[in-house]
C-alpha cells in the first residue's frame, strides 16, 4: 500500500516561508522526496498521470509539468504505452549538486576560498576512507585509477576520470555532506581546464602530476591509516592551491570565459558533464550571465537566438529554461520585447535541495558534526579577523536571548565574508540536525563569541573546534 501523500494545502504551508514557486515545482519535490525516502531505484514505477494527479490532489496539467521537471533533472521519465506512467531513471544526487553548481555561478566566490574549502573537505573525506570497513570499496577504487591511468593520451580524459576516483573517495567517507560539498566542488573546478588552450607539454605535466598524487593518496587510504591520508591529502590538496594561486590563474568564470558562448562551449561542457544536456546549457547559459555582471532585468536573447547559437533543439533550450526558472536565475517572457530576463537567484532553493537529499541520505548527527568540523572552524576564524562592529552588537546582543545558538549561528552565516563556505555552513545548521545538539546555555559558545568580538582568531578558531569535538563525545 501506497504511503500517504502530502495534500495541496501542506505543500503550501512547507514553502511559505521560502520564496513564492510554482505548484508543478512543489510536486516535483515531493516526489523526489519520495523516491529518496523509499530507496526506490532505476526502473522503479511510481504511477501514470491520472493515478499520481488524484494521489497528490492536483490538475493533471500541474502533474504533467511536475513530470517533465523531473525528466528536466534526469531523476525520472513519463513512459508511454500500457503499464507505462512516470518511472524512476537515476539517482536523485545529481539534483543537490546541480543546484550547487548552479547557485555558484552567482556567488562571488574567490579563487582562494575554492581551493581553500576543497582542501579542508579532501583532507576529511580522505582520511575517513582510510578507515572505510568494506573491502569491495577499495577494490572499485583501485580499479578506477586502473582505468584513469590508462587515460594519458588526453588531459579531459584523465579528467574525467579523476572525477570518478574522487567521487569513489567521498562514498567511502560514509558521509553524505562532504561528498556533496566534495563532489559539487570537483565538477565547479574540472570546467575551469581550458581544454581547447592546454599545450602539449601543460597536459602532459598535468597528468603525470595529477597520476603522482594520486598514487600518494591511494597508497596512504589502502594502508588504514587515517592521519597518515590526511597528512597527505593536505599536503598535495596546499601545493596544488599555491601552485594555482602562485601563477594568478584567472577566476574559474574568466577561464571559461575562454571558450566563448558558443556552439564550442556547449560541446566542451558536455565532455566533461555528468548530468542532462538541458542542465548543461543551463550552466553555460549561468556563465553567460556572469559573465556580463548578473544584470538583474536584462534581456538576454530570444528563444530562436539560443537554437541558432547553440545548435540545439527547441526541447532542449525549453527545459534548460525550466531548470534556470526553478533556481530563480532567469525566466522567459513572452510578448513585444520578451526573451530569457536575467533574474535574481534565490539561495533558499539551492538550501532546501541539498537539506532534503542529506534528509533523505539519512544524514546522522555525527556526520553533521565532521562536516562542520571541515569547515567551521575555518571560518570562525576569518570572521575574527574581519568582523565590523555593527556584527559585533549583533552577536554580543544575540547572547541574551533563549534561542541564542540558533540566533548566533544565522549572524554567523549572514556575516561571513566567504559566500561558498556560508553557503555549505547553512546548508549543514539546516539539515535533519539542526542544532538540536546544542544547549542554549552552552557556556562554551559564549566564550567563542567573546573571542570573535575580541578579535581573536587563534583562540576563536580553537574554540571552535572545541566545542565540535564536544559535542561529537555526546
Not at 513519463?78 to 539517482?91: D, I, M
Not at 570562525?380 to 574581519?386: D, G, V, Y
Request: aromatic share 4%.
Amino acid at each position: 500500500m501506497n504511503s500517504p501523500r502530502p495534500s495541496r494545502i501542506a505543500l503550501a504551508e512547507r514553502s511559505s516561508s521560502l520564496r513564492p514557486i510554482k505548484l508543478a515545482e512543489q510536486i516535483a519535490d515531493e516526489i523526489s522526496r519520495h523516491i529518496r525516502s523509499k530507496g526506490l531505484t532505476r526502473r522503479a514505477l511510481l504511477g501514470n498521470r491520472t493515478d499520481l494527479s488524484r494521489e497528490y490532489g492536483v490538475s493533471p496539467a500541474i502533474m504533467r509539468e511536475a513530470m517533465r521537471l523531473l525528466e528536466d533533472q534526469g531523476i525520472a521519465v513519463a513512459r508511454k504505452g500500457r503499464g507505462g506512467g512516470l518511472v524512476v531513471v537515476a539517482s536523485t544526487g545529481d539534483a543537490p549538486v546541480d543546484a550547487l553548481l548552479s547557485y555558484m555561478e552567482f556567488l562571488e566566490a574567490t579563487p582562494e576560498e575554492l581551493h581553500e574549502v576543497r582542501e579542508e573537505i579532501a583532507v576529511v573525506i580522505q582520511g575517513a576512507a582510510a578507515t572505510c570497513p568494506d573491502e569491495r570499496e577499495f577494490e572499485t577504487l583501485m580499479w578506477l585509477y586502473d582505468r584513469a591511468s590508462q587515460q594519458l593520451d588526453s588531459l579531459l580524459n584523465f579528467a574525467e576520470r579523476f572525477l570518478d576516483v574522487s567521487a569513489q573517495l567521498a562514498r567511502m567517507s560514509r558521509n553524505p555532506g562532504l561528498s556533496l560539498f566534495h563532489l559539487t566542488l570537483e565538477r565547479y573546478l574540472s570546467e575551469t581546464i581550458p581544454i581547447d588552450q592546454a599545450d602539449a607539454g601543460a597536459t602532459t605535466l598535468g597528468i603525470e602530476l595529477g597520476l603522482a598524487n594520486l598514487q600518494k593518496t591511494l597508497a596512504e587510504v589502502l594502508s588504514g591509516n587515517r592521519s597518515n591520508a590526511e597528512a597527505v591529502a593536505r599536503t598535495i590538496f596546499r601545493n596544488s592551491r599555491l601552485t594555482t594561486l602562485g601563477q594568478n590563474a584567472a577566476r574559474p568564470d574568466e577561464r571559461r570565459l575562454q571558450r566563448g558562448f558558443d556552439r564550442s562551449a556547449l560541446a566542451a561542457d558536455l565532455a566533461v558533464s555528468k548530468g542532462s544536456m538541458a542542465a548543461t546549457l543551463m550552466r553555460v547559459i549561468l556563465r553567460e550571465i556572469r559573465a556580463r555582471g548578473w544584470p538583474i532585468g536584462e534581456k538576454l536573447g530570444t528563444e530562436a537566438d539560443y537554437l541558432a547559437r547553440y545548435g540545439i533543439s527547441r526541447d532542449v533550450f525549453r527545459a534548460a529554461v525550466r531548470l534556470l526558472e526553478r533556481h530563480g536565475a532567469a525566466e522567459m517572457r513572452s510578448g513585444n520585447g520578451g526573451g530569457l530576463i536575467v533574474c535574481r537567484p534565490d539561495p533558499a532553493v539551492t538550501i532546501r535541495a541539498a537539506v532534503d537529499f542529506l534528509t533523505f541520505s539519512e544524514f546522522t548527527a555525527k556526520q553533521a558534526l565532521d562536516a562542520r568540523g571541515a569547515l567551521e572552524p575555518i571560518a570562525i576564524r576569518r570572521l575574527a579577523n574581519t568582523i565590523t562592529a555593527e556584527t559585533a552588537v549583533r552577536l554580543g546582543n544575540a547572547l541574551s536571548r533563549t534561542d541564542r545558538c540558533r540566533a548566533v549561528y544565522d549572524i554567523l552565516g549572514s556575516s561571513l565574508q566567504m559566500p561558498l563556505t556560508s553557503l555549505f555552513l547553512q546548508i549543514l545548521w539546516h539539515s535533519s540536525v539542526p542544532l538540536a545538539h546544542h544547549r542554549d546555555e552552552d557556556a562554551s559558545l559564549t566564550q567563542m563569541v567573546e573571542a570573535i568580538i575580541a578579535r581573536d582568531p587563534t583562540k576563536a578558531e580553537r574554540l571552535a573546534r572545541r566545542r565540535l569535538c564536544s559535542d561529537q563525545a555526546h
